[in-house]
């Protein structure tokens, strides 16, 4: 035992850098955060200037949940290597999170995609930042600019599906790009609904004790009095809750962002001032008979408004976007988690408009012509096809509502062609049941915590990204650098590709710094991608191409490598 431990020392201990960091993205992709970040920095104290140890630091921190710590390595790696894409992107990736770091957040994306124009991750990572701002046509054009790189790419797929569900994200009242903590807007949202349901809900039980106790105590004084104090509640109700906003200037564009944040709110501050004009209505002796239908619809206004909105609300939801389409795109990664979820809540809205569909045909047809309600024989075979392409199971409550659904529309069709009664009554019956299994599931999700029927349960796939490892080059390689006479430097500017002689040298992190003409430095800020070429004068036909992105530096070109390619003469085709 003993001679295998310290065997097991030795082994560790003999590990270099590289070594170390493989090691941490294999226990990263293992789902052991804690034991790669020891592993990352095994390999940041090795070599301080490995910029892939840093990175790895940061993916490290940040699977742990700790973004404010995941900042500074992701930093840190740009630093020692600017033109690395996946540097940038591991950059852009943690600063999303990060409050007032939102441009630079883009602005590494976009210089990620500039700099591997050929990598789908970048584009995907832009394609989030638009769908995280509810830019969904611009987020559509960066998913299938990815795919077009990478067909099989899970999160591009996933996320293209939300885009054209014009998926509202989990903060929709938050704008990313301000420089305010989102848990400051968070606390002042959640003021503004308690404010809002507590008012609703307190006017509400208000309206229907006032004319309970008038009509069937016949205690109509009484009852005033106590409306009076529902209003003067509202008072220290309204107080500690405003004082609980907090970032009051930010409360306007909220609600323009959040327009049910906003709905909610307006509905609330309405029914205050309905139900004081309600009270006073009922406090007058001898009212005129037309104002009667006024006094009913202040009440209605009141009792009524809540439960309206939220009907409007899912209705609303359930008509945004392009669920079929969004389906497409979810079938195409079934072993994808985040996928399966967010089909199961797709399939509900699809059978929420299916709902819809034959509730307003169904009324439509008994007010003016009953056998128009043939038509309810096409209406769920969306639905259908759905449900069948997406092979759901597990979801009792979907099945349930969906034969329902599909048995309102023949009973429903049954009524109107052959005038049945009981046709209708089967029909409307099942829609009704559909609404109460909707119920059902909905409460089922709400207390057991779990995904629910409903929009908000769609969730975003956030895979992590910039842990590539970084290019490595071989010890003939650094030989052909150290040793030749000279460099050759390889870009492109307006005129085309062009080549001059460089000197430079090759630093222990692998990056190239080059001296060049003033000309090379103008074109390299166009066009970053550029190719240097070595001979070894010790084998003399041994050649060394690295291909990389440059970035100036205050007196050197620094070229980071992308890919390495070496090869003996003649000839290209020899190349090893």
């Known amino acids: 035992m003993g001679i295998d431990g310290s065997a097991g020392k030795d082994d560790i201990s003999d590990k270099s850098s590289r070594e170390w960091c493989t090691e941490a993205l294999t226990r990263l992709n293992a789902g052991r955060p804690e034991s790669a970040l020891e592993a990352a920095r095994r390999a940041a104290d090795l070599d301080p200037a490995d910029e892939w140890a840093h990175r790895l630091i940061s993916l490290a921190h940040e699977r742990q949940g700790r973004d404010a710590d995941a900042l500074p390595p992701a930093e840190r790696a740009v630093d020692l290597a600017p033109g690395s894409w996946s540097a940038r992107l591991r950059l852009a990736a943690i600063s999303r999170r990060i409050p007032g770091r939102w441009a630079g957040a883009v602005a590494d994306a976009v210089l990620a995609a500039r700099f591997a124009p050929e990598e789908a991750d970048p584009e995907v990572l832009l394609g989030d930042l638009a769908l995280l701002r509810g830019d969904h046509p611009d987020a559509e054009r960066a998913y299938r600019a990815a795919l077009a790189r990478d067909p099989g790419h899970p999160q591009a797929r996933v996320n293209l599906a939300l885009s054209l569900l014009r998926w509202d994200r989990p903060r929709p009242h938050h704008d990313p790009a301000w420089p305010v903590d989102p848990r400051q807007t968070g606390r ?258 709400w207390w057991h915590g779990a995904p629910g029927p409903w929009r908000a349960s769609l969730v975003m796939c956030d895979l992590p990204m910039g842990g590539a490892p970084s290019v490595a080059l071989t010890s003939e390689v650094r030989q052909a650098f150290a040793y030749a006479r000279s460099l050759v430097l390889s870009y492109g500017d307006s005129m085309g590709p062009r080549v001059v002689g460089a000197a430079g040298s090759l630093t222990s992190s692998g990056e190239l710094r080059l001296i060049a003409e003033p000309r090379v430095w103008e074109a390299v800020e166009a066009d970053p991608r550029v190719a240097v070429f070595a001979a070894d004068p010790l084998q003399r036909r041994f050649w060394v191409e690295v291909r990389g992105i440059a970035r100036a530096g205050p007196d050197v070109l620094r070229i980071t490598p992308k890919q390495v390619l070496v090869g003996e003469f003649p000839g290209r085709h020899q190349r090893r």
């Open 188 to 445: 002042a949202r959640r003021a503004l609904e308690v404010w809002a349901r507590q008012t609703r809900l307190l006017l509400a039980l208000a309206t229907i004790a006032v004319t309970a106790a008038a009509l069937a105590l016949e205690a109509g004084a009484w009852a005033q009095v106590c409306g009076i104090g529902a209003l003067a509640a509202l008072v220290p109700l309204t107080v500690r809750q405003a004082r609980r906003v907090g970032v009051w200037a930010y409360v306007p564009a909220m609600a323009g962002r959040d327009p049910w944040l906003g709905a909610a709110v307006l509905s609330a501050g309405l029914s205050v001032p309905a139900f004081a004009a309600w009270l006073l209505l009922g406090a007058v002796p001898a009212t005129p008979s037309w104002l009667d239908p006024v006094w009913a619809g202040l009440a209605g206004i009141v009792v009524l408004g809540w439960p309206a909105l939220a009907v409007v609300r899912v209705l609303a939801e359930a008509w945004r976007g392009r669920p079929m389409s969004a389906l497409a795109e979810l079938g195409a990664v079934p072993g994808e988690r985040t996928a399966a979820r967010d089909t199961g809540v797709t399939l509900w809205i699809v059978l929420i408009r299916t709902w819809s569909v034959l509730v307003a045909l169904a009324a439509g047809a008994l007010a003016v012509e009953p056998r128009a309600a043939v038509a309810a024989v096409a209406v769920p075979y969306p639905m259908v096809r759905a449900c069948l392409r997406a092979r759901r199971r597990g979801d009792a409550g979907l099945l349930a509502a969906g034969a329902l659904v599909a048995l309102a529309a023949l009973g429903c069709a049954a009524g109107g062609a052959l005038g049945s009664p009981w046709g209708w009554r089967a029909g409307l019956g099942a829609l009704g049941a559909a609404v109460a299994v909707f119920a059902v599931r909905a409460l089922r999700a």
